[in-house]
Nanobody, 124 residues
Framework: QVQLEESGGGLVQAGGSLRLSCAAS????????MGWFRQAPGKEREFVAA????????NYADSVKGRFTISRDNAKNTASLEMDSLTPEDTAIYYC?????????????????WGQGTQVTVSS
């Protein structure tokens, strides 16, 4: 089993920045992709960003492209999400996810492990 723990959420004003972190522990060998999803009240969970072993494999949702940056430290089994130019529409619970299997990394069902989530609230 793999355990994922997010940190770094909070309250920020529109235009501000936050950095989310995710630490993986347990049987982390074989994690191929780490990703971030979010779920706003009354909405379905949606893909935000994902990255494989290489930074060249980073992939973003159109809504965050150019504002969010995913990074990953394979040696430390951590992933981060730097979020800039935040808007109230970014308010959601953000989840870290890890996949050992292949598939579409924009789809939640591809991921094998999930964190508990961290709240991000952007005020206008």
């Amino acid at each position: 089993q793999v355990q994922l723990e997010e940190s770094g959420g909070g309250l920020v004003q529109a235009g501000g920045s936050l950095r989310l972190s995710c630490a993986a522990s347990g049987r982390t060998f074989g994690i191929y992709v780490m990703g971030w999803f979010r779920q706003a009240p009354g909405k379905e969970r949606e893909f935000v960003a994902a990255q494989g072993w290489s930074a060249f494999t980073a992939n973003y949702a159109d809504s965050v492209k150019g504002r969010f940056t995913i990074s990953r430290d394979n040696a430390k089994n951590t992933a981060s999400l730097e979020m800039d130019s935040l808007t109230p529409e970014d308010t959601a619970i953000y989840y870290c996810a890890a996949a050992k299997s292949t598939g579409s990394y924009r789809q939640a069902q591809t991921y094998d492990y999930w964190g508990q989530g961290t709240q991000v609230t952007v005020s206008s």
